[in-house]
């Protein structure tokens, strides 16, 4: 019993980013008609926004590292600790929860750049297009991100708080073997409350309304004055938003490198067909 | 080194260029490459490798070309066990080494009534480095529960490691190299391995593999952990601080085990072709075999003519409790004496092949 709780678990959180990709896959498909191949390579981009902020969160002052005598090496130690010291060591150590207020406006920017730049350009051709185009881009994004950072995976922790394990076995009176790590918990938390912020906003709002119709019928809604493309836009950037919160979230569970979009995309697609 | 042969001007008079290949941790990819650098850049010698299974499918390669492969980072006892050949040399040390270091650490620091679970990378190298430390930790009395393989590059390793919580076993033994290893041991710190008491006792994890990269990599994770090592910057003996200084002023950080082991593969080919006075592969193979060299920072090491295989003394690491800088992430423990960690050559199998392709 223990071992199958444990395992339902897994499977539940892992299932969060697959859901959570997919569910971007498939306001994409049915919006704009798009097979999008590079929707993998957007989950990476928001990996590599908590990898970012990381990064520019523990800019360091260098001094000499007098314990090395072979060569020059330098201890670093961030400004944000020398200027505000336990604040400052408090906000890197939360730099990827905040990392999703960064990654909400990039990742925004990227789909709509995207939907602009490139895919509406192959709204009416073949779906095989739409994927060797779509597939395309997810490598050339997959190879700026490593010549920026490298190809190996980076260190990107969760808060220490939640850094260690829940001993959900004596809360839910089995034994006190069973834990489950908080930060996995949380991301099942998290990918539940964003698929159903989404679902409720395409339900419940009247933007949500113009989309759900548009996607049945587009020349009506467009002869009704709606300027229905735009709003599609305004989709492909949510779903875009969608699989980069997946990413942000999912760093401290899986150290980002350059590949993690690809690895999860295989899977995400079967789900979304 | 000692004793040299190379006088600074090249190797025979003549200046070393290079070529670089990717091999993508793919062996399909590294024959590609390889061949394209014997074929079309008219290389005289292949060294390099990350990955055994790699290093394994190069060295056949070289044998039916007649190029001499000195072999970088690779672990599996196959690459001068089964899968042998007379063009392939290594210098870096192999699971069988590894476990015959580790063993009596193991045990002096963990006792001889544990139970093991074995998490392994599934190729060569993870089923040769199983082998190697079922064998050593089984004759120390310790039991084996379960050897799992898992796929090379699983990524998440939950669902390997939730089964360990309530398998009854004490320590884990993570047969896992590079990013698997960083995965697999921090997503195992994760479940809070480190904190449970099984048996009575505070459960384990071993890393029988290290390097300072993963370290970094697993960071805060490593600390007070147990691997072997072929080779760490920290070293005092001349030869590996003349290297760590001369690296370090280049690159601004120490070199790791794997830039030691080709560093020193290139320097024993050179010095090899110096000493016959020729490049031809077969004079510069028997120059290698058998040839004892010292000032390397491993002590006086020979290459086994039999097997191609480097024998001398092995590092038993621990993650660095207290880290003195953030390259100190590894403490020697002990340097374990060549003597505890030779076997029979004969004992892996294989044949190395003939001089002449």
């Given at each position: 019993m223990d071992a199958f709780l444990l395992q339902i678990l897994n499977g539940l959180g892992k299932g969060g980013a697959y859901a959570l990709i997919a569910l971007g896959l498939t306001l994409v498909f049915g919006t704009l008609g798009v097979v999008n191949f590079a929707h993998g390579a957007l989950f990476m981009l928001g990996a590599f926004c908590a990898v970012s902020l990381q990064n520019i969160l523990t800019i360091s002052k260098k001094v000499k590292d007098e314990s090395i005598t072979f060569f020059d090496a330098y201890k670093e130690q961030p400004y944000l600790e020398i200027w505000w010291g336990d604040f400052g060591t408090f906000i890197i150590d939360w730099s990827v929860p905040i990392s999703i207020l960064l990654a909400i406006p990039i990742m925004l920017l990227v789909g709509i750049a995207m939907e602009r730049g490139l895919i509406r350009h192959f709204y009416k051709r073949p779906h095989a297009e739409q994927v060797l185009v779509t597939?395309?881009?997810a490598i050339v994004l997959q190879e700026i991100i490593k010549s920026m950072f490298g190809a190996n995976p980076i260190p990107t922790p969760a808060p220490d708080i939640v850094s260690g394990s829940a001993t959900i076995g004596v809360m839910l009176g089995l034994s006190a073997d069973v834990v489950y790590p908080w930060w996995r918990l949380i991301y099942l938390l998290f990918s539940g409350v964003v698929i159903f912020a989404v679902f409720a906003f395409l339900q419940f709002t009247t933007f949500g309304m113009v989309v759900r119709v548009g996607m049945h019928d587009r020349e009506t809604v467009g002869l009704l004055g709606i300027n229905v493309e735009r709003r599609f836009t305004v989709v492909f950037g949510i779903?875009?938003?969608?699989?980069?919160?997946?990413?942000?979230?999912y760093a401290p569970i899986l150290p980002p490198g350059y590949h993690i979009g690809m690895d999860f995309l295989v899977l995400s697609s079967w789900l979304w067909l | 080194m000692k004793p040299p042969a190379l006088k600074g001007n090249g190797v025979l008079g003549k200046k070393v260029e290079y070529v670089t290949g990717d091999t993508q941790t793919k062996s399909d990819a590294a024959r590609a490459s390889a061949k394209r650098m014997i074929e079309k850049d008219g290389v005289l010698m292949v060294t390099g490798a990350s990955f055994s299974g790699v290093?394994?499918?190069?060295?056949?390669?070289?044998?039916?070309m007649g190029i001499i492969f000195m072999a970088g980072l690779t672990h599996s006892n196959d690459t001068t066990g089964k899968d042998k050949r007379r063009y392939g040399f290594r210098h870096f040390f192999n699971t069988e080494m590894s476990g015959a270091a580790l063993g009596p650490v193991l045990e002096k620091e963990f006792g001889n009534d544990r139970v093991a679970y074995h998490l392994t990378a599934d190729y060569t190298w993870g089923w040769s480095q199983e082998g190697s430390i079922k064998k050593y930790t089984e004759a120390l009395g310790w039991k084996t529960k379960a050897a799992v393989r898992t796929p090379l590059g699983a990524g998440d390793f939950s669902q390997y490691i939730t089964p360990v919580l309530k398998s009854g076993a004490d320590v884990l033994v993570l047969n896992h190299y590079g990013k698997d290893m960083v995965n697999s041991l921090t997503q195992a710190v994760q479940f809070g391995l480190r904190d449970k008491q099984v048996n009575g006792k505070d459960f384990q994890i071993v890393v029988p593999l290290f390097s300072r990269l993963m370290a970094?990599?697993?960071?805060?994770?490593?600390?007070?952990?147990?691997?072997?090592?072929?080779?760490?910057?920290?070293?005092?003996?001349?030869?590996?601080?003349?290297?760590?200084k001369s690296f370090g002023q280049e690159y601004g950080f120490p070199p790791s085990q794997a830039a030691h082991t080709c560093y020193v593969q290139t320097i024993l080919y050179a010095?090899?072709?110096?000493?016959?006075?020729?490049?031809?592969?077969?004079?510069?193979?028997?120059?290698?075999?058998?040839?004892?060299?010292?000032?390397?920072?491993?002590g006086a090491t020979e290459y086994r003519a039999e097997d191609h295989?480097?024998?001398k003394d092995v590092l038993v690491v621990r993650g660095n409790q207290n880290p003195s800088s953030k390259f100190d992430l590894l403490e020697v423990v002990q340097e374990v004496p060549r003597a505890q960690v030779e076997y029979p050559a004969n004992m892996l199998g294989g044949d190395l092949g003939p001089y002449e392709v």
């Open positions: 597939f395309g881009l779903a875009a938003v969608v699989a980069g919160l997946a990413g942000v979230m | 290093a394994i499918a190069v060295q056949g390669l070289c044998q039916e970094q990599g697993a960071s805060e994770n490593i600390k007070g952990i147990f691997g072997s090592s072929n080779w760490n910057w920290s070293l005092q003996d001349e030869g590996s601080k003349a290297f760590v010095d090899a072709c110096e000493r016959v006075g020729t490049f031809a592969p077969p004079q510069v193979i028997k120059a290698l075999e058998g040839f004892k060299f010292d000032g390397m920072g491993n295989q480097c024998f």
